[in-house]
């Protein structure tokens, strides 16, 4: 897996396309990684979660942008992410959907399999 081919600006920060589970999950591995730095860091300068909250801000566009990928993989509206909105069921909906399930085989009308050109 290409970590820095999930950290390009089209990647990011547009919802057009699709993405793989695998891309998916090393966009949410370096999250997990970067929230982990923003708490150590935030600990070591005691700012009180300051530096988590500012991080998981500037995060929260290129994570709505990258599960919209992921729904349309799956050959759904980008609006699905919405389901995550439901207090557990929702999550776990969403954890299936994106997380576990293969996407469309071939072509579906938000673009080319990504699997494809891998």
Known sequence: MNFAAVLTKEYLLNFDGRTNRAQFWAFFLIYLAGSIVAGIVDGVLGTNGMLGLVFALAALY????????????????????????????????????????????????FGPDPLASA
């Open 62 to 109: 290129p994570s709505i942008c990258v599960s919209i990928k992921r729904w349309h993989d799956r050959d759904k509206s980008g609006w699905w992410v919405l389901v995550s909105l439901i207090p557990v069921i929702g999550w776990i909906w969403a954890f299936v959907e994106t997380g576990c399930l293969r996407g469309t085989e071939g072509g579906n009308r």
